[in-house]
């Protein structure tokens, strides 16, 4: 006996006939996706080449540490400025400050008169960058920017005795505790950070390396209050410093405003664009 015509079942054809198609189009569409065997320039370099595609060199980014770029991608659909040199400065300002301290050069210990710092220049402006790394679709950037902004926040609030952070502890010892595993910690993230640089430049993955070595040191001292270490953390302090205003001058001059230029020294497995 034939079947009753039902409109649920031209319909449910349909719905299927169609999700069928999709998948074949999409099937084929997977295969003819270019597959990127390797990345070159023109000889010109106005080109840049990936796999069988051309793009302008403009419209791809590599590692660069004046950007905070971790790899190869596509430019940033939103043109604004580069904002990663004035996240860089905030850092690494208030850290050669401290770096000095940590090594005996300002004659004292107290640190104090980097509270400041650690509000308003190192805490909200890092913070602005990270938020504008967003914009320029920067998740590294956006990422270490944001958190070390809060890290220097957190610590100027630590340091301001109207928190009444320090005055809670009934003894330095608790405190000095508190503080190694408050550095411990942010050891373990700069690690983190430190790893997505392993395929940038020498520059770049540098200052993530300092900066790891550096909350690595910090929380030895905490620990064991140590001079010698305490020493040791203003040079590893330093050298990061250091390693910071290089990626901010780098990211910073082109051949308009300077007649010195950085050229990037790319990491072993970085992609980096070769003569076509």
């Known amino acids: 006996m034939p079947e009753r015509y039902s409109p649920d079942i031209e319909k449910n054809f349909h719905s299927i006939s169609q999700e069928d198609s999709s998948a074949s189009i999409n099937e084929a569409n997977r295969d003819e996706l270019p597959r990127i065997g390797r990345c070159t320039t023109s000889d010109d370099g106005e080109w840049l080449y990936l796999g069988d595609q051309r793009f302008r060199r ?8 004046g950007t905070l770029n971790t790899g190869l991608r596509a430019a940033p659909s939103r043109k604004f400025a580069n ?12 850290t050669m400050c401290m770096a000095f301290v940590n090594l005996g050069a300002t004659g004292g210990t107290n640190i104090s008169a980097l509270i400041g710092a650690a509000f308003f220049l190192a805490g909200m402006v890092e913070i602005l960058a990270g938020m504008w790394e967003v914009v320029m679709e920067n998740t590294f950037g956006a990422t ?9 926040l957190s610590y100027g609030s630590i340091l301001c005795d ?3 952070i320090i005055a809670s502890y009934k003894s330095a010892a608790e405190f000095d505790k508190m503080m190694g595993s408050f550095c411990a910690v942010w050891a373990l993230f700069s690690f983190l950070a430190f790893l997505c640089t392993l395929k940038t430049t020498v520059s770049f993955c540098g200052q993530f390396l300092f900066i790891t070595l550096m909350f690595i040191v910090f929380t030895v001292v905490q620990f064991t209050q140590s001079p010698g270490w305490t020493k040791t953390a203003g040079v590893i302090g330093l050298i990061t410093s250091l390693f910071g205003f290089y990626n901010m001058f780098a990211g910073m001059v082109d051949t308009a405003n300077s007649y010195i230029l950085l050229r990037p020294i790319f990491m072993p497995g970085a992609e980096v664009p070769r003569a076509h």
Request: hydrophobic share 55%; charged share 5%; glycine share 12%.
């Open 58 to 65: 403009d419209e791809i980014q590599t590692a660069f540490g």
């Open 83 to 94: 904002v990663a040199p004035m996240g860089l400065a905030a850092f690494s300002i208030p």
């Open 144 to 152: 270490v920017f944001t958190i070390y902004g809060a890290f220097w």
């Open 162 to 164: 109207s928190f009444g």
